[in-house]
């Protein structure tokens, strides 16, 4: 089956430093990839999209300047949180999808920023 | 844009019985239903789905049934057992391929007492 890693899978910070999360499928290529993020106990938010090669479509209130996103390969997507603040911590989760069209979830990490 | 009720928010069994979680969208367009599992701290898990050109699928002890006319997608997790307690979310999407993002619904908890 399909398998997706992220790391590091939990990250502390201080405030004002960038933290950068590492998507990868290990066993099938992404050429979309999803990054969404989940406050406790809530559903998940989507926060940008991203095609191989191409820039991410960032949702709605979402700071592209403030949550970059790399999709340099079809293997490997990256989510920096630049300049993090308290109200950035929550649980990132990519969700990479294939050509077939079929969406896997990551693990996820979890970013507290004190 | 999509829009999907989820109910209900929490839901506690006993081991042994059966357990239902609903959901209902709003855009007729949507043909395909995600149902995932989240454990915690990790990331969804997809455990069943099911296309607008069915009416009802099966899994072992969970099944999924669509009424296309009501819009509303229900899961039937039968034989609860405690390793059952997490996370539910639906979704729902149009399935056209590289337009298709997901909507989620906000999730059920589930609790199976042992």
């Known amino acids: 089956g399909a398998v997706v890693s992220q790391h590091p899978s939990w990250v502390i910070c201080k405030s004002g430093t960038s933290v950068k999360i590492e998507c990868r499928s290990l066993?099938?290529?992404?050429?979309?990839m999803f990054w969404y993020r989940q406050f406790p106990k809530q559903s998940l938010m989507l926060m940008a999209t991203s095609n191989e090669g191409s820039k991410a479509t960032y949702e709605q209130g979402v700071e592209k300047d403030k949550f970059l996103i790399n999709h340099a390969s079809l293997t490997l997507s990256t989510l920096t949180v630049t300049s993090a603040h308290p109200e950035d911590s929550s649980f990132y989760i990519c969700?990479?999808?294939?050509?077939?069209?079929?969406?896997?979830f990551g693990p996820g990490t979890r970013l507290t920023v004190t | 844009g999509e829009n999907v009720e989820q109910h209900p928010s929490t839901l506690s069994v006993q081991e042994g019985d059966s357990a239902v979680i609903k959901c209902t969208y709003s855009d007729s367009a949507s043909n395909y239903f995600p149902w995932y599992k989240q454990e915690l701290g990790k990331g969804p898990q997809l455990i069943i789905d099911?296309?607008?050109?069915?009416g009802e699928k099966k899994d072992q002890r969970i099944a999924v049934t669509l009424n296309k006319t009501a819009k509303h997608f229900s899961l039937h997790i039968t034989e609860t057992q405690p390793e059952d307690s997490a996370v539910y979310f639906c979704?729902?999407?149009?399935?056209?391929?590289?337009?298709?993002?997901?909507?989620f619904g906000r999730g059920t908890s589930l609790i199976v007492h042992p």
């Open positions: 066993d099938f290529q992404a050429t979309t």
């Open positions: 969700s990479p999808r294939d050509r077939y069209y079929e969406q896997y």
């Open positions: 099911i296309r607008s050109n069915v």
């Open positions: 979704a729902a999407s149009e399935g056209s391929g590289g337009s298709y993002i997901p909507t």
